[in-house]
């Protein structure tokens, strides 16, 4: 299996991006909602399945970031033969999940008040700690950290999180399915054939 895309399917490096998001996006997911519903704040616990949160976003970021320039640099496969419309509906819900896999990790960051313990192997600095939020937000426009990371956590927690993530994540294997299943197509298979 070539490392590099073709015209007819993705590469081994574009899978491991693909299927690796996908696994962390599940991990994330993990971690939260446990310690939500299985720990109690302030315990040991708690602090740990936020870490773990904490980390996995931190790598969802650094993937993002290595993904899109993987996919900048690299030729995609051909979209299957369909109408304008259905490759307008594609490429509107690949940007639609890559801004979402951008924004995520970067609000998860932007609004944590604690330090992120890198899988307990090194200390990332909470946002408010920079140079960044000291010296432009909070010196330059006057803005606390409180004020600051409210609407950020909303738009993590509320309308990502809870909500739209979701949405996009189910319409993208949806439309995976419905290729494979009722199109009989081979857009599922560019990303999971082992050829």
Not at 177 to 192: A, G, N, Q, S, W
Request: glycine residues 8%; charged residues 15%.
């Amino acid at each position: 299996m070539p490392l590099h895309n073709t015209s007819t399917d993705y590469g081994t490096i574009a899978k491991w991006f693909h299927w690796g998001t996908a696994l962390l996006f599940l991990a994330a997911y993990c971690s939260v909602y446990y310690r939500h519903w299985f720990t109690e704040r302030g315990t040991p616990e708690n602090f740990t399945a936020l870490q773990l949160h904490l980390s996995v976003g931190i790598s969802i970021g650094v993937i993002i970031i290595l993904r899109i320039i993987w996919r900048l640099k690299n030729q995609q496969p051909k979209l299957e033969p369909a109408s304008k419309l259905s490759h307008l509906a594609a490429h509107a819900g690949h940007f639609a999940l890559y801004s979402i896999m951008i924004i995520t990790p970067l609000t998860g960051y932007l609004g944590t008040g604690v330090d992120t313990e890198y899988f307990f192997l090194f200390n990332i600095p909470k946002f408010e700690d920079t140079y960044i939020f000291q010296n432009w937000i909070h010196n330059g426009l006057g803005i606390s950290f409180e004020a600051f990371e409210k609407p950020i956590d909303f738009i993590h927690k509320e309308i990502l999180g809870k909500w739209l993530v979701w949405i996009l994540i189910a319409g993208h294997a949806g439309a995976a399915l419905y290729h494979h299943y009722v199109k009989k197509d081979r857009t599922l298979i560019k990303m999971t054939s082992s050829k």
